[in-house]
């Protein structure tokens, strides 16, 4: 065992002895050697030995190219000799070749030893088996390589997010939902629509819908996610070993599986919505009917009570059984009335450009038969509704219904028409908002209230309508806690907008 002792207390810092200099380097870790300026080898340590598999006296005399594995470019070499001409030290890499024939790679710093006068007569030779790290490097790259080809030929995006939410990774198919979806960071999105989202999807994943512009159709996408911690490349993380965390997002495009589910659930909520305007309009036409019955009924009832006043008791107590006995009939037909389907369905997380989309599918035979044209602006992600889907779908089908008539009606009446209607939606914490634009006449100011009336049709609907539809999607709003108003549409026409609480707070 080696004795530390501690240095004599006359010698200072700077004064080694040379032989401690001589210690020193036969010692050191790392395989050094002296050469002339031809690279003979005029002293090696036992670390060089060790390394090359030389011994001391195997090597003195003989040139380094000994080492030579002769596979190094030779440009290397020219560099090397280069600097070393010109005074200059050298660092790199070169394959040398071990005395038992294996290759090793060795990262080589050579330095021109200068004398007092600046001459050059020696070399300085210090170099290290860095094998070992090389296999690790390529290993490291090899991997990187592998699972980088993995994730890019993955059908599914696939993206890692610091805990910035900056995009650290991503493969092909993210990059294409860039353009796809015409967003910078289509993983906000997703991220937004999974934080909203309540549709379980296949594989433990859930299913966020991305609405587009431009009268492009949603794309569905079954969304997981999983938290990943990578570690600390920095030095000052050497000894810490500290720890970021990233959300590895996996997104599977199911757009087709939707549509056609979609295709499904038209062609059911087609009948649904018939089913429910018939009972509607039958309704609507016995409320009139009774309503017009009543009226000359209280016209009687007006005479009777005159009559009573002038004495008349006889004929008026007969005519006062008969408009009570009527009125009791009237009673009777009115309880008789088809009800409102207000359970058609339990009330869940309603997405509203859902319930858009669905009359729009609906509507398009007659939107298409009209010559109109729909610009739908849905805000990509909404917040949930809670309610009945088939009644919000009436509403909203009652309000596109009025704006095709609205735009039909004014046809052969020499105004400007805009063929086009307008929708988009908003959403905010605690509201969602519709609003419907439509290239009609618009509503006068002092109709906006009389509108909602029930029976009341304006000039360009009448006669198509017992003008009962608003006053029904009134109702039907006020029912799910939202408003409904009217305002002027930006081009002239009529704006309808709709606005629905969530059921959370602003906060
Ligand atoms: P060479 O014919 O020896 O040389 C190749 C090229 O180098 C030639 O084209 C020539 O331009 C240039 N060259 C060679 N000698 C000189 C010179 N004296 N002056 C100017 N230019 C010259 N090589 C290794 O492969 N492994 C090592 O570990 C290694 N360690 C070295 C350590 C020191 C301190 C020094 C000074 C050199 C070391 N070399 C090492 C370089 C080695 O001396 C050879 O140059 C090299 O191995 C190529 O040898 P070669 O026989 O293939 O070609």
């Known amino acids: 065992m080696s004795k530390v002792a501690k240095l004599p207390t006359a010698l200072n810092p700077g004064e080694l002895p040379a032989v401690v200099y001589r210690q ?36 003195l005399g003989r040139n380094q190219s000994l080492l030579s594995y002769q596979t190094t470019p030779p440009a290397l070499y020219e560099e090397m000799w280069s600097n070393l001409q010109r005074g200059l030290s050298w660092h790199g890499h070169l394959l040398n070749r071990r005395k038992d024939g294996t290759p090793y790679l060795a990262e080589l710093n050579v330095t021109p030893v200068q004398e007092t006068n600046g001459t050059v007569r020696h070399y300085l030779g210090m170099h290290r088996d860095v094998t070992a790290m090389h296999q690790l490097e390529q290993r490291v790259l090899n991997q990187k390589q592998l699972i980088e080809s993995v994730i890019d030929a993955a059908p599914m995006a696939i993206a890692l997010l610091n ?29 937004a629509g999974l934080a909203k989202a309540s549709a379980p999807g296949r594989n433990g994943g859930i299913d966020v819908r991305i609405e587009r512009t431009g009268g492009r159709k949603p794309r569905w996408f079954c969304c997981t996610t999983q938290m990943i911690e990578i570690h600390d490349e920095s030095a000052d993380s050497f000894f810490s070993h500290p720890r970021q965390p990233s959300l590895l997002l996996i997104a599977s495009d199911v757009t087709a599986l939707h549509e056609e589910q979609q295709k499904v659930r038209a062609a059911a909520l087609q009948a649904m919505l018939a089913d429910e305007e018939h009972t509607a309009t039958l309704r609507e036409s016995l409320s009139a009917a009774l309503y017009q019955i009543e009226e000359p009924i209280n016209v009687i009832a007006s005479a009777v009570a005159l009559m009573r006043g002038r004495g008349d008791t006889g004929v008026s107590a007969v005519l006062e059984n008969a408009v009570s006995g009527a009125r009791a009939r009237i009673e009777e037909l009115r309880g008789l009335l088809p009800s409102e389907s207000r359970d058609d369905e339990s009330a869940v997380g309603i997405n509203l450009n859902e319930v858009v989309r669905d009359v729009l599918d609906i509507t398009t035979p007659r939107l298409l038969a009209s010559g109109i044209t729909v610009d739908w602006r849905p805000e990509p992600v909404l917040p949930a509704l809670l309610g009945s889907p088939l009644r919000l779908r009436s509403a909203v089908k009652i309000l596109i219904d009025n704006a095709i008539d609205a735009i039909v009606g004014q046809r052969g009446q020499g105004r400007t028409t805009r063929r086009e209607i307008t929708l988009f939606t908003q959403g905010r914490r605690e509201a969602v908002t519709l609003v419907v634009d439509d290239g009609g006449p618009g509503i006068p100011l002092e109709l906006r209230l009389k509108v909602f009336e029930p029976f009341f049709s304006t000039g360009s609907q009448a006669g198509h309508h017992l003008g009962t539809g608003l006053s029904r999607a009134q109702q039907i709003i006020s029912d799910h806690g939202g408003i409904i108003d009217i305002l002027d549409a930006p081009h002239g026409g009529c704006r309808m907008r709709i606005e629905l609480p969530t059921g959370r707070d602003r906060s």
């Open 24 to 59: 020193a380097v036969d010692q050191a870790d790392i395989g050094i050697s002296i050469t002339d300026t031809e690279a003979n080898i005029l002293y090696c340590n036992a670390a060089f030995s060790k390394t090359s598999g030389y011994s001391t006296e195997e090597t």
């Open 163 to 191: 805990d910035e939410g900056k995009i650290v990774l991503d493969n092909h198919a993210y990059k294409k939902l860039v353009t796809d979806l015409g967003v910078p960071e289509p993983a906000e999105l997703l991220l």
